[in-house]
């Protein structure tokens, strides 16, 4: 699943550090140019052009490359955790009488001031190997579950049911959407345990049977890790801290 900037709000706060810096300047020079002015109306504007430079340059370089960064949710592959669908008939052959995608706010500043865990949904830059079609470095969205050091396997347990095996002991994952099936093109984890080795994460969709993750393409290395999945801040019905 990639996280897109898109719309009106993720176009917005993702603004780009030239854009930010010029429309900054404009704003000063109206500033500069409303100074003179003795008018009520004239003065008005004035002090709004200030806020507006102060605000700016506050979230938009300041906020947003070091704490919070809004993502809009596109696809299905982290479902139910966040929604990513239009109503009717998917691409992946299920058919939704609704529409949702979640838009979500990804803390920036947790990985500065420690490691990601299992179970944490993170949002990084995908290498182009991940993208077969296009070969772009694409942004993604995925739960982590395993960590540097971690002996990671997709196997069958001893009722039959296919799960995700740390350290020789099988995660118990309610949050997934439902059980997993194998995938004959999956060749990482699921032709026998692998060790991740210092700055290798391993990550998979909530959305198993629908998700291009790590058993695809291989494991996430750190230093592409953009921040940890914090909140849903849209639609009002969905507003919650994501876990």
Partial sequence: MQ??????TEYL?????????????VLTLVR???????HAAARSLA??????????????????????????IPTESMEP????????????????SDTCHDHIFVNKLAYRLGEPKRGDIV??????????????????????VAVPGDKVEVKRDDKDVLRVFVNDAALTEPYLLEPMEERIQAEYATRGPITLAQGQLFVMGDNRNNSNDSRFWGTVPRDRVIGKTA?????????????
Avoid at 32 to 38: N, Q
Avoid at 123 to 144: G, S
Wanted: proline share 3%; hydrophobic share 55%.
């Fill in 81 to 96: 955790t966040l929604c990513g669908h239009d109503r009717g008939l998917s691409r992946t052959g299920v058919m939704y």
């Fill in 123 to 144: 949002v990084f830059r995908a290498e182009k190997k991940a993208d077969i079609e296009r070969r772009n470095e694409n942004v993604l969205i995925k739960r982590l």
């Fill in 231 to 243: 909140a849903i801040f849209w639609p009002l019905n969905r507003i919650r801290f994501v876990r």
């Fill in 13 to 25: 706060a993702n603004l780009s550090v030239g854009t930010i810096v010029l429309i900054a300047a």
């Fill in 32 to 38: 500069l140019a409303l100074v003179g002015f003795k």
């Fill in 3 to 8: 996280p897109q900037e898109v719309g009106v």
């Fill in 47 to 72: 002090e709004l052009a200030e806020s507006l430079i102060i605000a700016s340059v506050l979230v938009f370089l300041v906020i947003r490359p070091f704490f919070v960064q809004a993502f809009y």
